[in-house]
Protein backbone atom coordinates (compact mmCIF):
# COMPACT_ATOMS: atom_id res chain seq x y z
CA UNK A 1 0.00 0.00 0.00
CA UNK A 2 1.33 3.16 -0.75
CA UNK A 3 0.09 7.21 0.28
CA UNK A 4 0.52 9.63 -2.42
CA UNK A 5 -1.45 13.32 -3.29
CA UNK A 6 -4.39 13.21 -5.05
CA UNK A 7 -4.89 14.95 -8.47
CA UNK A 8 -8.16 15.92 -9.48
CA UNK A 9 -8.36 13.07 -11.76
CA UNK A 10 -8.75 10.76 -8.13
CA UNK A 11 -11.99 11.76 -7.24
CA UNK A 12 -13.85 9.57 -9.80
CA UNK A 13 -11.94 6.60 -7.89
CA UNK A 14 -12.14 8.13 -4.32
CA UNK A 15 -16.07 9.45 -4.94
CA UNK A 16 -17.69 5.05 -4.44
CA UNK A 17 -15.92 4.82 -1.26
CA UNK A 18 -16.79 8.00 -0.45
CA UNK A 19 -20.44 7.70 -0.79
CA UNK A 20 -20.76 4.72 0.63
CA UNK A 21 -19.26 5.68 3.65
CA UNK A 22 -21.62 8.86 3.72
CA UNK A 23 -24.46 7.52 2.49
CA UNK A 24 -24.50 5.10 5.24
CA UNK A 25 -24.51 7.93 7.60
CA UNK A 26 -23.05 6.33 10.71
CA UNK A 27 -19.41 8.01 11.26
CA UNK A 28 -19.58 11.71 8.97
CA UNK A 29 -21.11 14.60 9.97
CA UNK A 30 -22.37 15.36 6.06
CA UNK A 31 -25.56 15.55 4.40
CA UNK A 32 -26.31 11.60 2.97
CA UNK A 33 -27.10 12.57 -0.28
CA UNK A 34 -24.34 14.39 -0.71
CA UNK A 35 -24.07 14.77 -4.89
CA UNK A 36 -20.71 14.14 -6.66
CA UNK A 37 -19.82 17.64 -7.30
CA UNK A 38 -20.40 18.51 -3.51
CA UNK A 39 -18.62 15.26 -2.36
CA UNK A 40 -15.68 16.59 -4.74
CA UNK A 41 -16.32 20.58 -3.37
CA UNK A 42 -15.52 19.23 0.79
CA UNK A 43 -13.03 16.47 -0.23
CA UNK A 44 -10.65 17.71 -2.93
CA UNK A 45 -8.05 20.28 -0.95
CA UNK A 46 -5.62 22.19 -2.88
CA UNK A 47 -2.30 24.03 -1.32
CA UNK A 48 -1.63 24.45 1.33
CA UNK A 49 -4.22 22.26 2.95
CA UNK A 50 -3.97 18.41 0.98
CA UNK A 51 -5.73 15.33 -0.16
CA UNK A 52 -4.55 11.96 -0.11
CA UNK A 53 -4.60 8.60 -1.62
CA UNK A 54 -4.04 4.98 -0.07
CA UNK A 55 -3.74 2.62 -3.14
CA UNK A 56 -2.93 -0.95 -3.42
CA UNK A 57 -0.40 -3.07 -4.76
CA UNK A 58 -2.30 -3.12 -7.76
CA UNK A 59 -3.27 0.63 -8.11
CA UNK A 60 -6.58 0.77 -6.71
CA UNK A 61 -7.81 3.51 -4.28
CA UNK A 62 -8.30 1.87 -0.62
CA UNK A 63 -8.56 4.95 1.09
CA UNK A 64 -7.99 8.83 1.56
CA UNK A 65 -7.61 10.99 3.62
CA UNK A 66 -8.04 15.57 3.60
CA UNK A 67 -6.30 17.48 6.23
CA UNK A 68 -6.68 21.63 6.63
CA UNK A 69 -6.26 23.88 9.22
CA UNK A 70 -9.06 23.58 11.47
CA UNK A 71 -9.70 27.41 11.89
CA UNK A 72 -8.15 30.26 10.23
CA UNK A 73 -6.20 33.66 11.83
CA UNK A 74 -5.45 33.02 15.12
CA UNK A 75 -6.43 29.45 15.33
CA UNK A 76 -4.76 28.37 11.63
CA UNK A 77 -1.76 26.48 13.76
CA UNK A 78 -3.80 23.86 14.86
CA UNK A 79 -4.32 21.13 11.86
CA UNK A 80 -7.38 18.87 11.43
CA UNK A 81 -7.88 15.76 9.32
CA UNK A 82 -10.56 13.29 7.85
CA UNK A 83 -10.41 9.88 7.04
CA UNK A 84 -12.11 7.58 4.31
CA UNK A 85 -11.15 3.26 4.31
CA UNK A 86 -13.32 1.64 1.40
CA UNK A 87 -15.35 -1.07 3.59
CA UNK A 88 -13.69 -3.57 1.94
CA UNK A 89 -10.34 -2.82 3.01
CA UNK A 90 -10.85 -2.13 6.88
CA UNK A 91 -8.46 -3.95 9.06
CA UNK A 92 -5.65 -3.70 6.59
CA UNK A 93 -3.70 -0.93 8.68
CA UNK A 94 -5.13 1.61 5.57
CA UNK A 95 -6.79 4.12 8.59
CA UNK A 96 -3.38 3.89 10.83
CA UNK A 97 -0.90 4.11 7.47
CA UNK A 98 -3.14 7.51 6.92
CA UNK A 99 -2.81 8.55 10.45
CA UNK A 100 0.32 8.50 10.62
CA UNK A 101 0.80 10.18 7.29
CA UNK A 102 -1.51 13.30 8.48
CA UNK A 103 0.22 13.72 11.40
CA UNK A 104 3.55 13.33 9.80
CA UNK A 105 1.92 16.23 7.23
CA UNK A 106 1.07 18.59 10.11
CA UNK A 107 4.17 18.48 12.39
CA UNK A 108 6.44 18.76 8.58
CA UNK A 109 3.92 21.81 7.70
CA UNK A 110 5.08 23.63 11.08
CA UNK A 111 1.25 23.03 12.98
CA UNK A 112 1.13 22.99 16.77
CA UNK A 113 -1.76 20.76 17.18
CA UNK A 114 -4.60 18.78 15.47
CA UNK A 115 -7.78 18.26 16.32
CA UNK A 116 -10.72 16.04 15.15
CA UNK A 117 -14.11 18.00 15.81
CA UNK A 118 -16.71 15.55 15.09
CA UNK A 119 -15.49 11.70 15.97
CA UNK A 120 -18.28 9.56 16.52
CA UNK A 121 -18.70 7.50 19.83
CA UNK A 122 -19.77 4.75 18.31
CA UNK A 123 -17.30 4.36 15.53
CA UNK A 124 -14.95 2.80 18.31
CA UNK A 125 -12.49 1.39 15.68
CA UNK A 126 -11.76 4.72 14.65
CA UNK A 127 -11.73 5.85 18.45
CA UNK A 128 -9.45 3.58 19.46
CA UNK A 129 -6.83 3.95 16.38
CA UNK A 130 -6.68 7.84 17.44
CA UNK A 131 -6.02 6.94 20.65
CA UNK A 132 -3.15 4.36 19.77
CA UNK A 133 -1.97 7.82 17.43
CA UNK A 134 -1.68 9.69 20.62
CA UNK A 135 -5.12 11.81 20.39
CA UNK A 136 -7.15 12.17 23.37
CA UNK A 137 -10.34 13.00 24.13
CA UNK A 138 -10.82 16.21 25.06
CA UNK A 139 -14.92 16.14 25.52
CA UNK A 140 -17.78 14.42 24.53
CA UNK A 141 -21.01 16.23 23.44
CA UNK A 142 -23.60 14.18 24.55
CA UNK A 143 -26.50 12.98 22.20
CA UNK A 144 -23.97 15.05 19.82
CA UNK A 145 -24.71 12.35 16.22
CA UNK A 146 -28.11 10.63 15.58
CA UNK A 147 -26.60 7.21 14.36
CA UNK A 148 -29.62 5.87 11.84
CA UNK A 149 -29.58 2.58 13.98
CA UNK A 150 -27.92 3.14 17.15
CA UNK A 151 -30.12 6.99 18.11
CA UNK A 152 -28.01 9.44 19.86
CA UNK A 153 -24.83 8.67 20.48
CA UNK A 154 -21.70 11.40 22.06
CA UNK A 155 -19.67 13.37 19.76
CA UNK A 156 -15.65 13.57 20.74
CA UNK A 157 -13.94 16.40 19.71
CA UNK A 158 -10.30 14.38 19.82
CA UNK A 159 -7.04 16.70 20.36
CA UNK A 160 -3.02 16.12 20.14
CA UNK A 161 -0.11 18.21 20.86
CA UNK A 162 2.80 18.40 18.25
CA UNK A 163 5.03 20.78 19.67
CA UNK B 1 -32.60 48.15 21.01
CA UNK B 2 -34.59 45.74 18.33
CA UNK B 3 -33.55 42.66 16.71
CA UNK B 4 -34.72 41.96 13.80
CA UNK B 5 -34.14 39.28 10.81
CA UNK B 6 -30.78 40.82 8.61
CA UNK B 7 -31.45 41.85 4.87
CA UNK B 8 -29.00 41.65 2.30
CA UNK B 9 -28.80 45.18 2.49
CA UNK B 10 -28.00 45.49 5.80
CA UNK B 11 -24.71 44.02 5.36
CA UNK B 12 -23.11 47.34 4.41
CA UNK B 13 -23.73 48.41 7.96
CA UNK B 14 -22.34 45.29 9.39
CA UNK B 15 -19.62 46.02 7.38
CA UNK B 16 -17.78 48.46 9.71
CA UNK B 17 -18.23 46.58 12.88
CA UNK B 18 -17.33 43.60 11.28
CA UNK B 19 -14.16 44.58 10.31
CA UNK B 20 -12.74 45.75 12.62
CA UNK B 21 -13.53 43.23 14.93
CA UNK B 22 -12.17 40.52 12.46
CA UNK B 23 -9.29 42.74 11.68
CA UNK B 24 -8.21 43.26 15.61
CA UNK B 25 -7.79 39.69 15.08
CA UNK B 26 -8.59 38.52 19.18
CA UNK B 27 -11.73 37.07 19.03
CA UNK B 28 -12.42 35.85 16.43
CA UNK B 29 -10.68 32.56 14.15
CA UNK B 30 -11.04 34.03 10.52
CA UNK B 31 -9.00 35.35 8.26
CA UNK B 32 -8.13 39.16 9.62
CA UNK B 33 -7.64 40.68 6.14
CA UNK B 34 -11.07 38.91 4.93
CA UNK B 35 -12.95 41.32 2.27
CA UNK B 36 -16.43 42.84 2.08
CA UNK B 37 -17.17 39.80 -0.42
CA UNK B 38 -15.40 37.19 1.93
CA UNK B 39 -17.17 38.84 5.18
CA UNK B 40 -20.37 38.90 3.80
CA UNK B 41 -19.93 34.96 2.59
CA UNK B 42 -19.05 33.84 5.93
CA UNK B 43 -21.54 35.78 7.81
CA UNK B 44 -24.98 36.23 5.86
CA UNK B 45 -26.50 33.33 5.90
CA UNK B 46 -30.12 32.13 4.85
CA UNK B 47 -32.93 30.04 5.55
CA UNK B 48 -33.23 27.35 7.50
CA UNK B 49 -29.85 29.59 8.83
CA UNK B 50 -30.17 33.06 10.21
CA UNK B 51 -27.98 36.55 10.29
CA UNK B 52 -29.83 38.98 12.74
CA UNK B 53 -29.19 42.69 13.48
CA UNK B 54 -29.33 44.32 16.55
CA UNK B 55 -30.72 48.23 15.72
CA UNK B 56 -30.69 50.91 18.19
CA UNK B 57 -33.57 53.78 18.53
CA UNK B 58 -31.99 55.57 15.65
CA UNK B 59 -31.67 52.55 13.86
CA UNK B 60 -28.27 52.07 13.47
CA UNK B 61 -26.77 48.44 13.87
CA UNK B 62 -25.01 47.75 17.03
CA UNK B 63 -24.73 44.36 16.77
CA UNK B 64 -25.49 41.33 14.55
CA UNK B 65 -25.20 37.40 15.23
CA UNK B 66 -25.39 34.30 12.89
CA UNK B 67 -26.99 30.87 13.80
CA UNK B 68 -26.71 27.59 11.93
CA UNK B 69 -26.66 24.22 12.24
CA UNK B 70 -23.04 23.16 13.70
CA UNK B 71 -22.76 20.03 11.57
CA UNK B 72 -24.90 18.70 8.78
CA UNK B 73 -26.42 14.96 8.45
CA UNK B 74 -26.10 12.74 11.62
CA UNK B 75 -25.42 16.28 13.96
CA UNK B 76 -27.46 18.73 12.06
CA UNK B 77 -29.54 18.58 15.34
CA UNK B 78 -26.85 20.63 17.26
CA UNK B 79 -26.70 24.67 16.41
CA UNK B 80 -24.20 27.18 16.31
CA UNK B 81 -23.93 31.10 16.69
CA UNK B 82 -21.33 33.72 16.35
CA UNK B 83 -21.80 37.23 17.52
CA UNK B 84 -20.33 40.47 16.87
CA UNK B 85 -21.14 43.74 18.95
CA UNK B 86 -20.33 47.42 17.79
CA UNK B 87 -17.13 47.93 20.01
CA UNK B 88 -18.85 51.78 20.42
CA UNK B 89 -21.98 49.43 22.17
CA UNK B 90 -19.97 47.15 24.19
CA UNK B 91 -21.76 46.96 27.98
CA UNK B 92 -25.12 47.90 27.12
CA UNK B 93 -26.65 44.79 26.66
CA UNK B 94 -26.17 43.79 23.27
CA UNK B 95 -24.06 40.87 23.21
CA UNK B 96 -26.68 38.95 25.90
CA UNK B 97 -29.80 40.46 23.28
CA UNK B 98 -28.38 38.47 20.80
CA UNK B 99 -27.45 35.58 22.82
CA UNK B 100 -31.14 34.90 24.54
CA UNK B 101 -32.16 35.24 20.85
CA UNK B 102 -30.12 32.71 19.21
CA UNK B 103 -31.09 30.18 22.01
CA UNK B 104 -34.85 30.72 21.51
CA UNK B 105 -33.99 31.04 18.09
CA UNK B 106 -32.90 27.26 18.74
CA UNK B 107 -34.96 25.89 20.92
CA UNK B 108 -38.31 26.83 18.28
CA UNK B 109 -36.32 25.19 15.61
CA UNK B 110 -35.84 21.87 17.74
CA UNK B 111 -32.28 21.98 18.13
CA UNK B 112 -30.94 19.32 21.31
CA UNK B 113 -27.99 21.53 21.77
CA UNK B 114 -25.46 24.34 21.24
CA UNK B 115 -22.44 24.52 20.87
CA UNK B 116 -19.25 27.36 20.37
CA UNK B 117 -16.29 25.74 18.63
CA UNK B 118 -14.25 28.77 19.29
CA UNK B 119 -14.60 30.84 21.80
CA UNK B 120 -10.93 32.55 22.76
CA UNK B 121 -10.30 32.06 26.66
CA UNK B 122 -9.00 35.72 27.17
CA UNK B 123 -12.08 37.18 25.89
CA UNK B 124 -13.54 36.73 29.33
CA UNK B 125 -16.39 38.83 28.90
CA UNK B 126 -17.38 36.62 26.07
CA UNK B 127 -16.99 33.43 28.55
CA UNK B 128 -18.73 34.68 31.44
CA UNK B 129 -21.82 36.46 29.18
CA UNK B 130 -22.31 32.59 27.97
CA UNK B 131 -21.86 31.24 30.96
CA UNK B 132 -24.66 33.07 33.00
CA UNK B 133 -26.95 32.60 29.14
CA UNK B 134 -26.25 28.69 30.42
CA UNK B 135 -23.17 27.32 28.57
CA UNK B 136 -20.36 25.14 30.26
CA UNK B 137 -17.11 25.13 29.14
CA UNK B 138 -16.78 21.56 27.91
CA UNK B 139 -12.88 21.34 27.13
CA UNK B 140 -10.29 24.13 26.38
CA UNK B 141 -7.79 23.67 23.39
CA UNK B 142 -4.55 24.43 25.00
CA UNK B 143 -2.78 26.89 23.20
CA UNK B 144 -5.53 27.22 20.79
CA UNK B 145 -5.96 30.69 19.82
CA UNK B 146 -2.53 32.85 18.74
CA UNK B 147 -3.38 36.64 20.46
CA UNK B 148 -1.77 39.63 18.88
CA UNK B 149 -0.45 40.90 22.42
CA UNK B 150 -1.27 37.99 24.81
CA UNK B 151 0.78 34.90 22.86
CA UNK B 152 -1.10 31.21 22.91
CA UNK B 153 -4.10 31.21 24.85
CA UNK B 154 -6.54 28.29 25.05
CA UNK B 155 -9.50 27.73 22.70
CA UNK B 156 -12.94 26.90 24.63
CA UNK B 157 -15.56 24.63 23.29
CA UNK B 158 -18.78 25.79 24.86
CA UNK B 159 -22.25 24.10 24.93
CA UNK B 160 -25.59 23.50 26.23
CA UNK B 161 -28.04 20.93 25.61
CA UNK B 162 -31.76 22.32 24.94
CA UNK B 163 -33.79 20.19 25.39
Redesign the interface.
Known amino acids: MKIRVATAEDWAAIWPLFREI?AA??T?????DLTYEQGRDIWMLDAPSRTVVAVDTEGEVVGSAKMNPN????????ASASFMVAPAAAGNGVGRALGEYVLAWARAEGY??M?F??V?ESNSRAVRLWQSLGFTI??T????????TKGYVG?H?M?Q?LH
Open positions: VGEYSYPRFAGGAAHIRGQNAVMTIPEGFRHPLIYP
